[in-house]
């Protein structure tokens, strides 16, 4: 239960509502508590020949009691149900706020699904804890004093004969309550893995349809669903048997009132009266007694999902803005951009070697200036700019913007700088207009980066132009027209660097060439830095380096690299020898003698590097 202690800061907006809602919970019991006293005054009357008249009078009283109580009923239910809708939207709104300034280590670590799966599922069962479960424990304990009062008010001995089986009451709740709290978190985890399947063949479905694997993905789903089954019905055992025993255990108290009580009336102790009142309050006394394991039940719940919240809220991104951020100086263009003995890896986990993807980086972009990065797949170039926007912060050395180190300064300003097209391309549900345009209201920004992008032709052939509803992820746009529109959203917020991580990867050459001539005018006087395996993407680059697992090999201009004739040189003509490769395929020519070729040239730059 020390989970639920997080909430109790969501309450406090809302104090008056939870007075007022409690209070109305109080008086209701209150007077449904009168009606059988009132009932009691009615029959002992009747029995002792009271006029008519008193009669009636004390049947319009109960019927008044009653409505008063109900009316008080539905004031409780709407504040403090509504009460729990409010403390749900603040503490969703507090979640997403919490997730978006958590870094990528989190969600590299982190199932996307069993995130859903806690901002649906475990939000909800929170809920029902914050409104109902605390409405229900009020009127419980309320309703039973009462009750409790009235019934020592008729008989002190009935009573305690009555209660004598609910001795055993407060060892069963603990014992199920315990149980029903582990269960709950075990069924709550495995929801995340179903939700973590399912948004994960959603995402992919192409790769599932196009390897044909529908049946064993909805075999691996019938499995996860059955032990999903089997977990819950291992809980609803619990819940089932919690109802019946406190039955049982209400049922009791109601023979010994029956065989007491009677004997009470038959030897005249208590009158008939007295005897129907009380087995109105033993009643009203049950109910909330068989109510309570409901009770128990929605607290164990919540209990379980505050618990999987509160891991959210507990979370701390490993990268921060700083206490006290340093300013950048100001600048008309461009920013220069330094990398002094950097050394990087990715976050580990457990007790895993450490596998460093970036070693002894030092370079420095003067700026204004284009820096190529080229060199094999894994050779540590999409790290290199992930470093940039601090995505991940390195484990050695220092990132210098402007000469100021980037960990002086705030998230917020470092990233304002930057414009990023990462390799995998997402774009929003939305129109084409609020995905070129987001991070800027400019529209003649988002029109002069689409042509940039040599974009604007494909938008004007879609039936709504700008205003084209894009699918999930961008679905109904091919590979390099997402590229594209990636291209155009980062160029369009007109910031002093601009990152393209393989950027172009999927557009043929003739377009990329053609963006890549648009590019250079767009770039004139920004910093950027380009990362590519395809050497067409960055020879015009102010400066070019080439990463070989993770360490500079080479440096320098596209000429003085050619003259080399080492690592730089031999990815060219790999390159050149891949695309006469291509030509010859097509032409039904035998590829023969360029597939020797290529073979000698890759173990010539392996002796090289």
Do not use: C
């Amino acid at each position: 239960m020390k989970a639920l202690r997080r909430l109790l800061p969501y309450f406090r907006p809302y104090r008056t509502q939870v007075v007022i809602g409690l209070t109305l919970v109080v008086a209701a019991a209150a007077f449904g508590a009168a009606v059988p006293w009132l009932l009691r005054s009615a029959i002992d009357g009747l029995q002792a020949g009271v006029p008519v008249r008193r009669i009636q009078l004390l049947g319009l009283a109960m019927v008044g009691v009653a409505v008063l109580s109900g009316a008080m009923r539905y004031g409780m239910r709407e504040l403090l149900n509504g009460l729990s809708r409010r403390i749900e939207y603040d503490l969703r709104n507090d979640l997403f706020r919490h997730l978006e300034t958590l870094d990528a280590s989190y969600f590299a670590r982190t199932r996307t699904g069993d995130v859903m799966a806690r901002l649906t599922n475990d939000l909800n069962a929170v809920r029902m804890t914050a409104g109902p479960a605390i409405m229900y424990l009020m009127n419980t304990i309320a309703g039973g004093l009462f009750a409790l009062v009235f019934m020592l008010g008729i008989d002190v001995r009935l009573t305690g004969a009555a209660l004598l089986p609910m001795v055993a009451l407060p060892v069963l709740m603990a014992r199920l309550g315990k149980a029903i709290h582990v269960r709950f978190e075990a069924v709550q985890e495995h929801f995340g893995t179903i939700t973590t399947h399912v948004q994960e063949n959603l995402s992919g479905v192409r790769i599932v349809r196009a390897y044909r694997q529908e049946d064993a993905e909805l075999s691996r789903f019938e499995t996860l669903n059955a032990e999903y089954l089997a977990r819950n019905m291992f809980l609803v055992r619990l819940y089932g048997a919690m109802n019946p025993a406190f039955g049982l255990l209400a049922g009791l108290g109601a023979v010994v009132v029956l065989g007491f009580g009677g004997l009470l009336v038959v030897r005249g102790t208590i009158s008939v009266g007295s005897f129907v009142a009380f087995g109105f309050y033993l009643g009203m006394l049950t109910w909330p007694l068989i109510a309570l394991g409901w009770v128990i039940n929605l607290f164990q719940r919540g209990s379980a999902s505050m618990a999987r919240l509160n891991q959210v809220l507990d979370a701390r991104p490993l990268v921060a803005s700083p206490d006290a951020p340093r300013a950048l100086p100001p600048s008309a263009g461009g920013r220069a951009l330094e990398f002094r003995g950097v050394g990087f890896h990715y976050p580990q986990q457990g007790d895993d070697r450490v596998r460093w993807v970036l070693r002894d980086i030092s370079l420095h972009v003067p700026a204004g200036t284009t820096l190529g990065i080229v060199g094999a797949t894994g050779s540590g170039k999409s790290a290199l700019l992930e470093l940039i926007p601090r995505l991940f912060d390195p484990q050695e050395g220092e990132i210098l913007l402007d000469g100021v180190p980037i960990q002086r300064l705030a998230l917020d300003e470092l990233r304002s700088q930057i414009g990023v097209v990462p390799q995998e391309s997402l774009l929003f549900s939305d129109t084409i207009r609020t995905n070129l345009g987001y991070g800027t209201d400019d529209p003649a920004a988002v029109a002069e980066a689409a042509r940039v992008a040599q974009l604007d032709e494909t938008i004007a052939g879609f039936p709504g132009g700008y205003d084209t509803m894009l699918g999930e992820r961008g679905i109904n746009l091919s590979g390099g027209q997402k590229q594209r529109a990636a291209l155009a959203r980062a160029l369009a917020r007109r910031p002093p660097i601009v990152l393209l991580d393989d950027a172009l990867s999927a557009v043929d050459t003739h377009t990329e060439a053609e963006i890549l001539h648009h590019l250079r005018e767009a770039l004139q006087g920004r910093t950027a830095v380009i990362a590519s395996h395809r050497i067409s993407a960055i020879r015009d680059a102010d400066w070019i380096v080439v990463l070989s697992e993770g360490r500079i090999v080479e440096q320098g201009r596209h000429p003085e690299l050619l003259a080399l004739g080492g690592r730089y040189w031999a990815l060219l003509r790999r390159q050149q020898l891949v695309e006469q490769i291509e030509e010859t395929d097509v032409e039904g020519e035998a590829p023969g003698a360029a597939d020797a070729a290529l073979a000698t040239l890759d173990r010539g730059a392996t002796l090289d590097s």
